[in-house]
Protein backbone atom coordinates (compact mmCIF):
# COMPACT_ATOMS: atom_id res chain seq x y z
CA UNK A 1 0.00 0.00 0.00
CA UNK A 2 1.23 3.56 -1.34
CA UNK A 3 2.36 5.53 1.79
CA UNK A 4 0.33 8.16 3.27
CA UNK A 5 1.45 11.51 1.48
CA UNK A 6 2.20 13.92 4.47
CA UNK A 7 0.54 17.49 4.62
CA UNK A 8 1.40 20.10 7.15
CA UNK A 9 -0.64 23.18 7.62
CA UNK A 10 0.95 26.02 9.42
CA UNK A 11 -2.00 27.87 9.84
CA UNK A 12 -5.10 29.52 11.48
CA UNK A 13 -7.60 28.04 13.72
CA UNK A 14 -11.14 29.63 14.19
CA UNK A 15 -14.73 28.74 15.77
CA UNK A 16 -17.15 29.72 12.81
CA UNK A 17 -20.70 31.41 13.65
CA UNK A 18 -22.87 30.81 10.28
CA UNK A 19 -25.85 32.86 10.44
CA UNK A 20 -28.16 32.81 7.39
CA UNK A 21 -30.53 35.49 6.24
CA UNK A 22 -32.22 36.99 3.32
CA UNK A 23 -31.02 40.47 4.22
CA UNK A 24 -28.59 42.27 6.25
CA UNK A 25 -29.80 45.06 9.12
CA UNK A 26 -29.05 48.41 8.24
CA UNK A 27 -27.13 50.64 10.94
CA UNK A 28 -29.10 50.50 14.50
CA UNK A 29 -31.51 47.94 13.26
CA UNK A 30 -32.11 44.39 14.56
CA UNK A 31 -33.81 41.60 11.80
CA UNK A 32 -34.18 38.08 12.50
CA UNK A 33 -31.99 35.40 10.90
CA UNK A 34 -33.12 32.31 9.36
CA UNK A 35 -30.86 29.60 11.27
CA UNK A 36 -27.68 29.39 13.36
CA UNK A 37 -24.51 26.98 12.83
CA UNK A 38 -21.58 27.13 15.12
CA UNK A 39 -18.61 24.58 14.00
CA UNK A 40 -14.63 24.47 14.00
CA UNK A 41 -13.18 26.90 11.02
CA UNK A 42 -10.30 28.98 10.48
CA UNK A 43 -8.65 28.54 7.31
CA UNK A 44 -5.50 26.93 8.26
CA UNK A 45 -7.90 24.36 10.25
CA UNK A 46 -10.14 23.51 7.65
CA UNK A 47 -6.85 22.97 4.71
CA UNK A 48 -5.81 20.75 7.69
CA UNK A 49 -9.55 18.73 7.69
CA UNK A 50 -9.57 18.71 3.66
CA UNK A 51 -6.27 17.59 3.39
CA UNK A 52 -6.66 14.71 6.37
CA UNK A 53 -10.37 13.71 4.17
CA UNK A 54 -8.94 12.87 1.41
CA UNK A 55 -6.19 10.60 2.78
CA UNK A 56 -3.19 12.56 4.05
CA UNK A 57 -1.27 12.63 7.33
CA UNK A 58 -2.26 16.01 8.13
CA UNK A 59 -0.78 17.98 10.77
CA UNK A 60 -1.37 21.75 12.39
CA UNK A 61 0.92 24.00 13.65
CA UNK A 62 -1.22 26.40 15.09
CA UNK A 63 -2.03 28.68 18.07
CA UNK A 64 -5.66 28.65 20.38
CA UNK A 65 -6.80 30.70 23.30
CA UNK A 66 -6.95 29.59 26.76
CA UNK A 67 -10.91 30.41 26.60
CA UNK A 68 -14.28 28.42 25.82
CA UNK A 69 -13.22 27.34 22.26
CA UNK A 70 -9.78 26.51 22.64
CA UNK A 71 -9.52 22.69 24.13
CA UNK A 72 -12.34 21.94 22.16
CA UNK A 73 -10.77 22.91 19.05
CA UNK A 74 -7.86 20.95 19.82
CA UNK A 75 -9.91 17.83 20.86
CA UNK A 76 -11.41 18.34 17.37
CA UNK A 77 -8.34 18.20 15.44
CA UNK A 78 -7.58 15.00 17.51
CA UNK A 79 -10.88 13.27 17.06
CA UNK A 80 -10.39 13.78 12.92
CA UNK A 81 -6.79 12.00 13.26
CA UNK A 82 -5.11 15.38 12.38
CA UNK A 83 -1.75 15.83 14.08
CA UNK A 84 -2.00 18.66 16.91
CA UNK A 85 1.43 18.01 19.10
CA UNK A 86 2.12 21.51 17.45
CA UNK A 87 -1.08 23.31 18.81
CA UNK A 88 -0.90 24.83 22.20
CA UNK A 89 -2.90 27.53 24.30
CA UNK A 90 -1.74 31.53 24.53
CA UNK A 91 -3.00 32.51 27.69
CA UNK A 92 -4.93 35.35 28.16
CA UNK A 93 -5.92 35.48 24.67
CA UNK A 94 -9.38 34.61 22.74
CA UNK A 95 -9.34 31.90 20.14
CA UNK A 96 -9.73 32.80 16.95
CA UNK A 97 -13.32 33.19 15.80
CA UNK A 98 -15.16 34.39 12.10
CA UNK A 99 -18.94 35.25 12.34
CA UNK A 100 -20.03 34.58 8.98
CA UNK A 101 -23.11 35.75 7.02
CA UNK A 102 -24.71 33.50 4.27
CA UNK A 103 -27.32 34.80 1.98
CA UNK A 104 -30.35 32.77 0.29
CA UNK A 105 -27.70 32.44 -2.96
CA UNK A 106 -25.11 30.75 -1.12
CA UNK A 107 -22.61 33.77 -0.71
CA UNK A 108 -20.88 34.81 2.32
CA UNK A 109 -19.68 37.84 4.20
CA UNK A 110 -16.77 37.27 6.96
CA UNK A 111 -15.55 38.75 9.61
CA UNK A 112 -12.11 36.84 10.97
CA UNK A 113 -11.20 38.15 14.78
CA UNK A 114 -7.58 36.12 14.28
CA UNK A 115 -7.22 36.59 18.06
CA UNK A 116 -4.34 33.55 19.40
CA UNK A 117 -3.35 33.31 15.52
CA UNK A 118 -1.48 36.05 15.34
CA UNK A 119 0.53 34.10 18.46
CA UNK A 120 1.74 31.79 15.14
CA UNK A 121 4.91 33.30 15.05
CA UNK A 122 8.33 32.36 13.40
CA UNK A 123 9.81 30.54 16.74
CA UNK A 124 6.47 28.11 16.30
CA UNK A 125 7.28 27.74 13.47
CA UNK A 126 10.83 26.74 13.93
CA UNK A 127 9.64 24.48 16.66
CA UNK A 128 8.37 22.28 14.51
CA UNK A 129 11.16 22.05 11.96
CA UNK A 130 11.48 18.24 12.65
CA UNK A 131 8.01 17.91 11.41
CA UNK A 132 8.49 20.21 8.42
CA UNK A 133 11.44 18.78 7.51
CA UNK A 134 9.64 15.05 6.50
CA UNK A 135 6.34 16.90 4.82
CA UNK A 136 5.88 16.83 1.40
CA UNK A 137 3.63 19.55 1.14
CA UNK A 138 3.70 22.66 3.67
CA UNK A 139 0.76 24.67 3.46
CA UNK A 140 0.13 28.33 4.42
CA UNK A 141 -2.60 31.34 4.23
CA UNK A 142 -2.86 34.65 5.68
CA UNK A 143 -3.97 34.00 8.91
CA UNK A 144 -1.31 34.08 10.46
CA UNK A 145 1.37 37.09 10.63
CA UNK A 146 2.92 37.43 7.11
CA UNK A 147 6.25 37.35 8.65
CA UNK A 148 5.42 33.75 9.32
CA UNK A 149 4.40 32.96 6.16
CA UNK A 150 7.85 34.61 4.56
CA UNK A 151 9.67 32.54 7.09
CA UNK A 152 8.14 29.19 6.61
CA UNK A 153 8.51 29.74 2.92
CA UNK A 154 12.07 30.29 3.13
CA UNK A 155 12.77 27.75 4.93
CA UNK A 156 10.85 25.27 3.37
CA UNK A 157 13.00 26.02 0.54
CA UNK A 158 15.78 25.47 2.46
CA UNK A 159 14.52 21.99 3.32
CA UNK A 160 13.31 21.08 -0.17
CA UNK A 161 9.68 21.14 0.53
CA UNK A 162 6.66 21.95 -1.71
CA UNK A 163 4.90 24.95 -0.23
CA UNK A 164 1.53 26.20 -1.14
CA UNK A 165 0.75 29.92 -0.30
CA UNK A 166 -3.23 30.71 -0.19
CA UNK A 167 -3.23 34.51 0.35
CA UNK A 168 -6.72 34.89 2.55
CA UNK A 169 -7.65 36.80 3.47
CA UNK A 170 -6.09 39.57 1.41
CA UNK A 171 -4.21 42.08 2.29
CA UNK A 172 -0.84 43.22 0.99
CA UNK A 173 2.10 41.33 0.59
CA UNK A 174 5.87 41.68 -0.12
CA UNK A 175 5.07 39.03 -3.21
CA UNK A 176 8.89 38.88 -3.94
CA UNK A 177 9.16 37.01 -0.11
CA UNK A 178 6.98 34.43 -1.42
CA UNK A 179 8.74 33.82 -4.90
CA UNK A 180 10.53 30.47 -3.65
CA UNK A 181 6.41 29.30 -2.94
CA UNK A 182 5.93 26.71 -5.69
CA UNK A 183 2.13 27.50 -5.70
CA UNK A 184 0.18 30.90 -4.64
CA UNK A 185 -3.35 30.14 -4.86
CA UNK A 186 -6.17 33.36 -4.26
CA UNK A 187 -9.35 33.70 -5.50
CA UNK A 188 -10.57 36.16 -7.80
CA UNK A 189 -11.15 38.95 -5.19
CA UNK A 190 -7.66 38.30 -2.98
CA UNK A 191 -6.23 38.53 -6.90
CA UNK A 192 -7.69 41.72 -6.74
CA UNK A 193 -7.00 43.13 -3.68
CA UNK A 194 -3.17 42.11 -3.80
CA UNK A 195 -2.57 43.16 -7.15
CA UNK A 196 -5.29 46.27 -7.70
CA UNK A 197 -6.37 45.04 -11.18
CA UNK A 198 -10.31 43.45 -11.70
CA UNK A 199 -10.61 39.54 -11.98
CA UNK A 200 -14.33 39.82 -13.78
CA UNK A 201 -13.45 38.24 -16.57
CA UNK A 202 -11.10 35.15 -17.72
CA UNK A 203 -9.27 37.43 -19.46
CA UNK A 204 -8.75 39.91 -16.68
CA UNK A 205 -7.80 36.81 -14.76
CA UNK A 206 -5.09 35.93 -16.90
CA UNK A 207 -3.88 39.59 -17.00
CA UNK A 208 -3.59 39.19 -13.61
CA UNK A 209 -1.93 36.13 -13.07
CA UNK A 210 0.60 37.75 -15.77
CA UNK A 211 1.24 40.45 -13.25
CA UNK A 212 1.71 38.35 -10.03
CA UNK A 213 4.26 36.23 -12.19
CA UNK A 214 5.96 38.91 -12.91
CA UNK A 215 6.52 39.84 -9.14
CA UNK A 216 8.79 36.41 -9.35
CA UNK A 217 6.09 34.01 -8.48
CA UNK A 218 6.47 30.99 -10.28
CA UNK A 219 3.21 29.12 -10.50
CA UNK A 220 0.07 30.48 -10.37
CA UNK A 221 -3.44 29.30 -9.76
CA UNK A 222 -6.51 31.41 -9.52
CA UNK A 223 -9.49 29.90 -8.65
CA UNK A 224 -12.83 31.63 -10.16
CA UNK A 225 -15.59 29.46 -8.80
CA UNK A 226 -17.95 28.26 -11.21
CA UNK A 227 -15.78 29.09 -14.01
CA UNK A 228 -12.92 26.78 -12.75
CA UNK A 229 -9.36 27.73 -11.91
CA UNK A 230 -6.94 29.26 -14.22
CA UNK A 231 -3.16 27.39 -13.91
CA UNK A 232 -0.76 30.10 -15.02
CA UNK A 233 3.39 29.40 -15.67
CA UNK A 234 5.88 31.47 -17.24
CA UNK A 235 5.47 29.35 -20.50
CA UNK A 236 1.95 28.64 -20.60
CA UNK A 237 -1.98 29.68 -19.22
CA UNK A 238 -4.92 27.14 -18.90
CA UNK A 239 -8.53 27.02 -17.67
CA UNK A 240 -9.08 23.96 -16.22
CA UNK A 241 -13.13 24.09 -15.52
CA UNK A 242 -14.93 23.53 -12.63
CA UNK A 243 -18.10 20.70 -12.17
CA UNK A 244 -21.79 22.33 -11.70
CA UNK A 245 -23.71 21.83 -8.62
CA UNK A 246 -26.23 23.37 -7.03
CA UNK A 247 -25.02 25.24 -4.39
CA UNK A 248 -25.96 25.74 -0.68
CA UNK A 249 -23.29 27.53 0.98
CA UNK A 250 -19.73 28.53 -0.23
CA UNK A 251 -18.06 29.07 2.52
CA UNK A 252 -14.73 26.83 3.25
CA UNK A 253 -14.76 25.96 -0.65
CA UNK A 254 -11.40 27.45 -1.45
CA UNK A 255 -10.11 25.94 1.21
CA UNK A 256 -11.67 22.62 0.19
CA UNK A 257 -9.64 23.04 -2.71
CA UNK A 258 -6.30 24.18 -1.15
CA UNK A 259 -6.70 21.14 1.72
CA UNK A 260 -7.19 18.28 -1.68
CA UNK A 261 -4.82 20.14 -4.14
CA UNK A 262 -2.20 19.41 -1.41
CA UNK A 263 -3.43 15.51 -1.31
CA UNK A 264 -3.39 15.01 -4.94
CA UNK A 265 -0.72 16.97 -5.88
CA UNK A 266 1.64 14.94 -3.03
CA UNK A 267 -0.04 11.69 -4.24
CA UNK A 268 2.17 12.31 -7.66
CA UNK A 269 -0.72 13.42 -10.32
CA UNK A 270 -0.21 15.09 -12.88
CA UNK A 271 -0.66 18.94 -12.05
CA UNK A 272 -3.78 19.47 -14.03
CA UNK A 273 -5.45 16.20 -12.96
CA UNK A 274 -4.41 17.37 -9.45
CA UNK A 275 -6.44 20.89 -9.93
CA UNK A 276 -9.35 19.28 -11.70
CA UNK A 277 -9.84 16.53 -8.50
CA UNK A 278 -9.28 19.74 -6.69
CA UNK A 279 -12.40 21.61 -8.69
CA UNK A 280 -14.72 18.47 -8.02
CA UNK A 281 -14.22 17.90 -4.33
CA UNK A 282 -14.38 22.10 -3.46
CA UNK A 283 -17.69 22.22 -5.97
CA UNK A 284 -18.99 19.11 -3.31
CA UNK A 285 -18.27 20.94 -0.39
CA UNK A 286 -20.52 23.81 -1.61
CA UNK A 287 -23.96 21.24 -1.59
CA UNK A 288 -23.89 21.24 2.26
CA UNK A 289 -24.27 24.19 4.56
CA UNK A 290 -20.62 24.52 7.13
CA UNK A 291 -17.06 24.08 6.36
CA UNK A 292 -15.18 21.33 7.65
CA UNK A 293 -19.05 19.36 8.24
CA UNK A 294 -19.18 19.55 4.79
CA UNK A 295 -16.04 18.18 3.58
CA UNK A 296 -16.19 14.78 2.22
CA UNK A 297 -14.08 11.65 2.43
CA UNK A 298 -11.76 10.17 0.13
CA UNK A 299 -13.75 7.03 -0.50
CA UNK A 300 -16.61 9.11 -1.17
CA UNK A 301 -14.86 11.70 -3.27
CA UNK A 302 -13.61 8.92 -5.83
CA UNK A 303 -16.98 7.41 -6.47
CA UNK A 304 -17.79 10.68 -7.68
CA UNK A 305 -14.73 11.37 -9.29
CA UNK A 306 -15.14 8.22 -11.36
CA UNK A 307 -18.79 9.50 -12.27
CA UNK A 308 -18.00 12.94 -13.13
CA UNK A 309 -14.70 13.20 -14.56
CA UNK A 310 -14.11 15.38 -17.57
CA UNK A 311 -10.17 15.14 -17.50
CA UNK A 312 -8.75 15.06 -21.07
Known amino acids: MP ?4 VVVVGSANIDLTTFTDQFPRPGETIFGDRFDLGFGGKGANQAVAASFCGAEAHMVARVGDDLFGPPTIQNFKALGIGARHIKMVKG ?5 APIFVDKSGQNRIFVVKGANDWVTPRVVDEAARLLKRADVIVLQFEIPLATVYHTVRLAKSYGVRTIVNPAPAMPAELKKLAAADYFIPNESEAETITGKPVQS ?8 GYLLDQGL ?3 ILTLGERGALLATREAMELIPAFPVTAQDSTG ?3 AFIGSFAV ?5 YPEREAIARANLYAAISTTAIGTQKSFIKRLRFDREWRARARVA
Open 3 to 6: KKPC
Open 93 to 97: VSSGV
Open 202 to 209: VEQARACA
Open 218 to 220: SRV
Open 253 to 255: AGD
Open 264 to 268: FLAEG
